[in-house]
């Protein structure tokens, strides 16, 4: 064990502390930078348990997928007390803020883009903005050539004997999922008859809990934006509200709500 690591320096405290440059001189740019920051973290985490969750399903061990799963919800549950946060920001103290920002936007997260490649939410245009880091436009594509979380996840099902089409298995990754009557099906039998199929019913669930939150996310977002500039344009150059109105329409997993109806 080493004797010389202190919190400080196991933490690399003096690099993450040090890395806020506000700009403007506006009390309230310190806020704005650290719930940016700090959300950037949690999504760190979220992707890496994610993948892991991931990788488990892919090998028909659910049980240490649960856990990942759980924490990601846990860490989601951060990510939108961070709006709280950020909506004590008055449209003044932003005004004095806004003219320093430029063109940087959070639509130019590619963390938050990657979490939605992984959770199935795909379309390869959202890679373009990121073309001037090509490391990390190469780990955008690179995801779109995977299988999502709700891909492994289908695959399962039919791994344990439930009728999914081969058009469904073997769609083009990189596409938005659409959904399938067959799919729907399965996931009806299940929740008809959960305690045959119990962690095909809890990773359902699970699935369920981060669609849920990720939408509770998407929601706070849009409140806090509107609560802050109104209608105006976003600084990435997005429709500001009216473009995040309309990803709150966007699901990753489509049959997992319309079985509450099929039931």
Partial sequence: MASDVTYSSYLDLDRILSAQHPFSGAHDEMLFIVVHQASELWLKLCLHELAEARAHIASDTLRPAFKMLARVARAQGQ???????????????????????????????AQYRLME?????????????HEA?????????????????????????ARRGFAIPDEVLG???QGEWAAS???EAAWAHIYRN???????????????????????????????VERIIGFKRG????????????????????????????I
Avoid: C
């Avoid at 490391?135 to 995801?143: D, G, H, N, P």
């Avoid at 600084?235 to 109806?261: D, I």
């Fill in 117 to 129: 490649f992984m959770l199935g939410g795909r379309n390869p245009d959202m890679v373009t903005m």
């Fill in 181 to 183: 009557p067959q799919v």
């Fill in 235 to 262: 600084t990435g150059g997005t429709a500001g509200v009216a473009y995040l109105e309309g990803v709150l329409k966007q699901v990753f997993f489509p049959e997992l709500l319309s079985v509450r109806t099929a």
């Fill in 171 to 173: 769609r083009d990754l």
């Fill in 194 to 224: 959960p305690h045959e199929h119990w962690d095909l019913y809890e990773l359902a669930e699970k699935l369920v809990d981060l669609e849920y939150h990720f939408q509770r996310w998407r929601f706070g977002h849009l409140k806090t």
């Fill in 133 to 157: 880091t090509p490391a990390v436009a190469e780990e955008l594509r690179s995801e779109l050539g995977r299988a999502s979380l709700y891909d492994e996840t289908v695959r399962l099902l």
């Fill in 79 to 109: 990510l939108i007390s961070s709006w709280d946060v950020l909506s004590t920001m008055t449209p003044h103290d932003y005004s004095l803020v806004r003219p320093h920002l430029g063109t940087s936007s959070g639509f130019q997260s």
